[in-house]
């Protein structure tokens, strides 16, 4: 069985200040993990995953997240917020070979100018 | 480079009228498929997935149905629209290959039933 749970449905921050969305997961089995971004009326888009190589995970335009193990944790960071990032977030867990993501039910990024 | 498609991009039907939505993948052979809804306010809701032609997996049993006539198509279709089955409709595919869990987005049907 597999859940991730994102702790905050909406995170407003500052332009040029750091971005911190919070994703907690469950996995039975060692867990691939994923960050996408939806703006409105769009599709989702991969930002970044983690298949179980390095903890820290690099993606596109800055973002960044780290899988904790310990923690069962994969938040997902950006030191300066732009305000093209405003958009909405997922957190996705699944198993290696499992056909079915399990999808977090979104975070909200507004970004104040 | 791989790409997918989906038409139409938005959809205004009345109630009880058919419904089919399309997808196509161009740059792969042999992809995964995927259709998802996702709802006002909701995260995404698997519906559909297939592993090759004329293979459909439902994962939630209600009014509409899948279909694969060729390997990088794949439709979703309904014979009578019901209210609820307004959303956003996303299509998506995966290599099938090892390793290939990464699932990429296409960008979506706005489909509103009246």
């Known amino acids: 069985a597999q859940s991730v749970t994102q702790l905050d449905s909406h995170v407003s921050v500052s332009e040029g200040t750091p971005v911190l969305l919070r994703c907690n997961y469950s996995s039975s089995y060692s867990p691939s993990l994923f960050w996408y971004v939806q703006h409105p009326n769009k599709g989702l888009q991969l930002l970044l995953k983690?298949?179980?190589?390095?903890?820290l995970v690099k993606g596109i335009n800055g973002f960044e997240a780290e899988f904790k193990k310990s923690e069962t944790s994969f938040h997902l960071t950006k030191p300066s917020a732009h305000m093209s990032d405003a958009a909405e977030y997922f957190c996705v867990v699944t198993n290696f070979g499992n056909e079915k993501l399990t999808f977090g039910t979104g975070t909200r990024l507004t970004i104040i100018p | 480079s791989q790409t997918i498609h989906q038409w139409p991009a938005t959809l205004v039907q009345p109630v009880g009228s058919p419904l089919s939505l399309e997808c196509t993948v161009e740059g792969t052979s042999n992809p995964n498929l995927y259709w998802y809804r996702q709802a006002a306010g909701r995260g995404l809701q698997l519906l559909f997935y297939?592993?090759?032609?004329?293979?459909i997996s439902s994962e939630v049993p209600q009014n509409l149905s899948a279909s694969r006539p060729q390997d990088r198509q794949f439709i979703l279709s309904s014979k009578k629209l019901l209210l609820s089955d307004s959303g956003f409709y996303l299509c998506?595919?995966?290599?099938?290959?090892?390793?290939?869990?990464?699932?990429?987005f296409g960008p979506g049907t706005r489909l509103t039933v009246l």
């Open positions: 998506a595919w995966r290599g099938a290959r090892r390793g290939g869990d990464t699932q990429y």
């Open positions: 297939s592993v090759g032609i004329g293979q």
């Open positions: 983690y298949t179980s190589a390095a903890t």
